[in-house]
């Protein structure tokens, strides 16, 4: 018997799954596993509820509610869609619970630690009227390097 990890994609939670998140992401994993299962063996498939990004903070915005209101409901949707659809994770969880925050802090101090990441300056766009910086998806416009439409993380 071998031992199989299977890490799927994290889907934002900011919106209803859709059928590119099912087929791109979801059921190859679910497929995957299924069959490891048949042969024998034993199958850890992980995943969850990205609850991090602009795709959450903008369906906020849109809706006049909080980012973790926005959150709660789509991670309790995709938990119901994926028992409809009869995927099942041996872990299914969220990037907001504590286990998860405990788990990257400390990937991330490892990784400082042996050198892969360091603290450094970069130049970011920011909104003095918002009092924020902005993410890529709050600056669309004109690249300066190719002149095609972009967004601030694009080109």
Same mark, same amino acid.
């Given at each position: 018997?071998e031992r199989i990890f299977i890490g799927v994609a994290w889907p934002y939670?900011?919106?209803?799954?859709?059928?590119?998140?099912?087929?791109?992401?979801?059921?190859?994993?679910?497929?995957?596993?299924?069959?490891?299962?048949?042969?024998?063996?034993?199958?850890?498939?992980?995943?969850?509820?990205?609850?991090?990004?602009?795709?959450?903070?903008?369906?906020?915005?849109?809706?006049? /509610?909080? *980012?973790?209101? %926005?959150?709660?409901? &789509?991670?309790?949707?995709?938990?119901?869609? +994926?028992? @409809?659809?009869?995927?099942?994770?041996?872990?299914?969880?969220?990037?907001?619970?504590?286990?998860?925050?405990?788990v990257v802090r400390e990937f991330i101090r490892t990784l400082h630690k042996?050198?892969? /990441?360091? *603290?450094?300056? %970069?130049?970011?766009? &920011?909104?003095?009227?918002?009092?924020?910086? +902005?993410? @890529?998806?709050?600056?669309?416009?004109?690249?300066?390097?190719?002149?095609?439409?972009?967004?601030?993380?694009?080109?």
């Open positions: 018997m939670a900011n919106g209803s799954l859709h059928l590119g998140t099912l087929a791109g992401a979801l059921l190859p994993g679910d497929i995957f596993g299924r069959y490891q299962r048949m042969k024998g063996n034993e199958v850890l498939m992980v995943s969850g509820s990205d609850e991090h990004g602009t795709p959450i903070t903008i369906t906020a915005e849109k809706e006049g /509610i909080s *980012p973790q209101e %926005v959150v709660d409901r &789509y991670h309790a949707e995709h938990v119901q869609n +994926l028992k @409809d659809f009869g995927i099942q994770f041996e872990n299914f969880s969220r990037t907001t619970g504590d286990f998860h925050k405990k042996n050198g892969y /990441i360091y *603290p450094r300056k %970069v130049t970011a766009f &920011y909104c003095e009227h918002c009092n924020r910086f +902005l993410p @890529d998806r709050y600056v669309e416009g004109t690249c300066s390097h190719c002149g095609g439409k972009a967004r601030g993380d694009q080109c």
